[in-house]
Every structure is written in C-alpha cells, then in structure tokens.
C-alpha cells in the first residue's frame, strides 16, 4: 500500500510524497525524500487521509491533484516559486518519494547545513552587490545533499540574474536556484534565517 505523506522543510514549504511501505510514518518524524535530482530532509506534517486532502486540492501537476477544486482555498506555500525561478509543474507526473526514515546523523548533517545557511546568505549578499543588482537577499536554504542551494530574494522590479547565478555555482559548488517571494513571504523567510542565527549563536554559545 501507498501513502500520501505531506513533508515540511524550512520556512514552513511543504510538499507531497508517497511512502510504499507497511510501516506507516508518524507525525514529526524525520525523513529523506526524493527532490529534483537528489535527496532532502524534512519532517512530517501530515499523513493518510488528511495529507492526501490537502494534496489532491493544493496541487495541480501530480497524480493525485483533484478534478474539481475545494470551496476552501488550500494552505499557501510561503515559500513558492515565482516564474523567474524556473521550476515548472510536472503534469500528471506520480508523487516523489519518501526514500528512507531518517538517521540520526542524517538529522546532524542538516543541523549543521542550516547553522551555516546564514554565512551563505551573507556571502550571496556580498556578490549581489558586487554585480549591482537591485534585489534584497532574504534566505539562503541547502538541499540536505548540498547539491542544490536555494536563495529567497525580494525585488521591485525583473531582475537579469543569469550572471549572478553562473557566479554562485561556481562558488559553491552547487546548483542554484533564485526564488522571488512577496513582502508577506519574506517576514517567513526572515524569520527562518533569524532563527538559523539564533542557534548557531547558541552553539558557539555552548562551546565556550
């Protein structure tokens, strides 16, 4: 048997999965999911029924997207994609997976992967500036593998960020990803990177 389970990354974006086992997930529990072209982290939010409710009425491009939508409007993603960050729906396509439960040391590897998400945003704002681009870095956010790396940003009008794309890969090693997100988004994504801080200002903390 397969089940819809609804996932959470940072930020509160979530997604849809199926999970073909016979040991149902629990809620919170730690996971490795298949993403585009590798692996994340994330915990679970929703399973069975309920999970796949809100999919098959908030997505539209997977199997289970519902003909008819619901009277009521779906959870917004604080986090989703503008067109300019390229990333399309796959129509019809099946659910990804959940891979895996996720070890502990999984759990340490995006632990530390977050603590260091504020130095990376940091450093995007130092090349942003550098190619004088009029754009407002919010968040920076790794793929648990580091294959990918995603940057939230605010703008006031189209950005031309193809330049400053090539300069991050080559950066950092990874494929990148601009998200163009709104005002009310970006108090969510603000407040993920504040918390980022926070804990790796309380590592540090505890080293001492």
Not at 72 to 100: F, I, K, M, T, W
Not at 164 to 169: E, M, P, Q
């Amino acid at each position: 048997m397969t089940d819809v389970v609804e996932v959470r990354f940072k930020g509160n974006r979530k997604e849809y999965f199926s999970w073909p086992s016979a040991e149902p997930l629990v809620l919170h529990e730690s996971v490795i999911v298949e993403v585009d072209r590798g692996q994340d982290f994330g915990r679970v939010s929703a399973v069975g029924p309920v999970a796949e409710r809100k999919c098959g009425g908030s997505c539209h491009g997977c199997s289970l997207a519902s003909p008819h939508p619901l009277a009521s409007s779906p959870d917004p993603h604080p986090l989703a994609p503008s067109p300019q960050s390229g990333e399309g729906e796959r129509e019809g396509a099946p659910l990804r997976r959940v891979l895996r439960r996720a070890t502990a040391d999984d759990a340490a590897v995006a632990e530390q992967l977050q603590r260091e998400e504020e130095d990376v945003r940091r450093r995007v704002l130092e090349r942003v500036k550098s190619h004088t681009l009029p754009m407002k870095v919010s968040d920076a956010e790794w793929q648990w593998d580091k294959k990918k790396l995603t940057v939230y940003f605010t703008a006031e009008q189209r950005v031309d960020f193809r330049t400053l794309v090539r300069d991050l890969a080559g950066l950092f090693h990874a494929r990148i990803e601009l998200r163009q997100i709104g005002a009310r988004d970006e108090a969510t994504a603000s407040a993920a990177a504040a918390a980022s801080t926070a804990a790796r200002a309380g590592c540090r903390s505890c080293a001492r």
